[in-house]
């Protein structure tokens, strides 16, 4: 298995569970509107950081990757795939805020 079949694997199911949270949500249009910016200033700031920390661990030799599964992009020396896994962390965590919070908010009314 190649990281990017692995990468794949983990955005589609963050994605899965964020597009089920999303539609069991009373409030779907609010929680979009309130969150789209958040989300992609958060982000920007992962893929920012994700870079800096990836190149860092990788330059001290702290990371190795087999070079035959890799797709090849590298950023600085970070490949591409590396960047998958906080995306996936973000798409993620919101979903099970919501999918939690819909089980243990004290009384009925809007999701947040």
């Known amino acids: ?3 990017v079949s692995l990468s794949v694997v983990f955005l589609v199911i963050a994605a899965a569970v964020l597009a089920l949270a999303l539609a069991v949500s009373h409030d779907r249009r609010g929680l979009v509107h309130r969150w789209w910016l958040p989300a992609v200033c958060s982000a920007l700031a992962l893929v920012v950081l994700t870079a800096v920390f990836d190149n860092v661990m990788i330059a001290t030799g702290l990371m190795v990757y087999e070079p035959d599964h890799l797709a090849g992009v590298l950023i600085g020396a ?3 795939e590396d960047f998958a896994y906080p995306v996936a962390g973000l798409l993620l965590l919101p979903a099970v805020w919501l999918l939690l919070g819909r089980r243990f908010q ?3 009314g809007v999701d947040e």
């Open 78 to 80: 970070a490949p591409i």
């Open 106 to 108: 004290r009384g009925a």
């Open 1 to 3: 298995m190649t990281y």
